[in-house]
């Protein structure tokens, strides 16, 4: 850590082992505390900012440590914002726990970056720049909303900002964010909306890292409002205890929840919460007191063990012969062994799994590629898929795992862009009790361990830190697991598939993935087409949407409304096709779909890019570096970020990172 942000850490820790203290304090009180405090600093309200700008460099690796945290802001929590905040002419700021700015999103009135300062790199302590909203949040931990002569500079009274600490799942302040304006908005609401959008971050950073494998419990005392914001978060293991919390939910229970179990909090059972449906919220009472609702939010892999009466005595498999029929008409060439057609047989794939014959519909490419990577589930060749984001790679892989000898094990699906940087080593390693602070106790098996004798998908491998690649290629060469902390080996066997939406060979030239780890995940290399290039386009929109009038009964699709969803660029491929019908449909409720129950944003793409000049821009992106693809995709589409993130296949924030950051400040 540099020597100068020490203070700024010792005062922040001060001030946070000061905890309970400073919550009763008065606003006024707050800014008087903060005033004082930039005396002792020696500033004076005649000084000019010192805003300790970082290199280029530092703040480029700063970018990429913080990267989770950024996305999670951009993609999961700023679209629901931007609307309420779009004429207000202000600028949303994201900060790290130094107080240096990471990214500003939105259009101010104050003047340029040089003028205002905040501009990627620079540092909003209180030190340098005396009491501001950002600086101050961090000091003490707590929101707060500083006004224009609040400001201990006067070079800062220009604008009111109102900023909200943002903690990990671990209860470590890891940033801020704030809202700066030039004081012509309703501040309360500012203020209020700053708060409610930091909870949200660090809602979905629980989310993010945890969803996958454990039980997740929401609870607020309406039941209308437990998908709120402000709704307590609890996180399960398989025993019912307290791995982690939202801030909300040790407010409002007012204890300490960590490794408690939950019958501990709430007057119910593990064992009942895990045969509770998802949908039907729970009364339950709070520590004998205090009556909640509560939803229940099961793991998004949960293990799949079905009764199978065949591994009984006496089960007499049926013949090749009969094998054969029931696989036909899909599968014919897979048939060359028993072990393969009954792994084929879709018998055990769950609802919510799309059997492999059903990923394609008459093109040839898909066929192949699907034919060839159901063999190799087989063998001890690891696959990689290449796709654009949302092509259907986790589909393919759940339903692969679903018709191969693994089924019964767990399919472990990562996304290694979702957990953030510092959690990813623990999350997939697992560590020992007491590895480092704020682990669990008790220890972690990780996720690699929970796939053995499973799969293991890893998607977004591309986003993978460097530091986890040299421990995952180790686990790869070796096939065993060393936990953190832990001198102990564990053997796995697993199926490893990864995927991305990268292009990982020009990862590996330029230095942001290693080459040897490319060279092992890459055994069997698949592309999966978008959908815009699929031959079986139409057929795959009309099977999709009947497989969607299952939940929402609605006719056929007529052939004009077929040929108008054709004609579409479907930048968003899968996805975005799915949640067009899935919003069309229920605008129809039971009629057949019409163009105007179709959403806004497939008109504006349908605009926007004529097909042509999409695949022509796609085609080169597997081997153009990113610091040149991006400039030319967006000057191609005039500016639009969303549009060049789709096409290069990469997120809005990248598309930031090698446009802003080569422009001077
Ligand atoms: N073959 C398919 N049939 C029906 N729906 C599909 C299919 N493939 C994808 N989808 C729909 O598209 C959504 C996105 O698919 P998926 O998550 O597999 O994409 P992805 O390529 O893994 O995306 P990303 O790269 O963003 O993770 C799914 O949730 C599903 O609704």
Known sequence: MPEEEQPLEKMQSNALAEGVRSIDKTHKEQIQASWYRCEQFG??????????????????????????????????????????????????????RQGHVLNTWGQPRFGTASEHGLVGGNQWSEIGVGTNAIGTALITGQAIQVGRDEHYLRANRFMVGSASPIYNTQNDLVGVLDISSDAYLPQDHTFGMVKLMSLSVENRLIFSAFQQAHFILSFNTNVTSLDSHWSGILVLDENGTIVSANRRAEVVLARDLALLNIRQIFDIEMREIKHHPASLPLKLLALGRYQFYVKVIPPVQQIMRVPDFRQGSGYVPPTPENNKNTMKNNFEDLSDTKQEEVDSAPHNVPPNVIPLAELQHGDPHVERLIKQAHKIMEKDIPILIHGETGAGKEIFVRSLHYHSSRRQEMLVAVNCAAI??????????????????????????GLIRRAHRGTLFLDEIGEMPMAVQSRLLRVLQERVVTPLGSTEVYPVDIKLISATNRALKTEVKDGRFRQDLYYRISGLNIELPPLRKRHDKVKLIAYLHARLSQEEPSPPLSDTMLALLEKHPWPGNMRQLAHTLKVGMAMADGDELEEWHLPDDFFDDLMMSPPESTEVSVDSVATEPLEQLIPRLLSEYKGNVSQTAKAAGVSRNTVYKYTKLKTPN
């Open 43 to 96: 500033l004076e309200h005649g000084s000019r900012p010192d805003f300790a700008s970082l290199p280029r460099g530092e703040l480029h690796d700063l970018l990429d440590q913080h990267r989770s945290l950024l996305e999670t802001t951009e993609n999961e929590v700023l679209p629901y914002y931007e609307n309420i905040l779009s004429n207000s002419a202000c600028m949303i700021v994201l900060a790290d």
């Open 420 to 445: 953030p940087a510092e959690l990813v080593e623990s999350e997939l390693f697992g560590y020992e009790k007491g590895a480092f602070t704020g682990a669990q106790n008790k220890g972690s098996i």
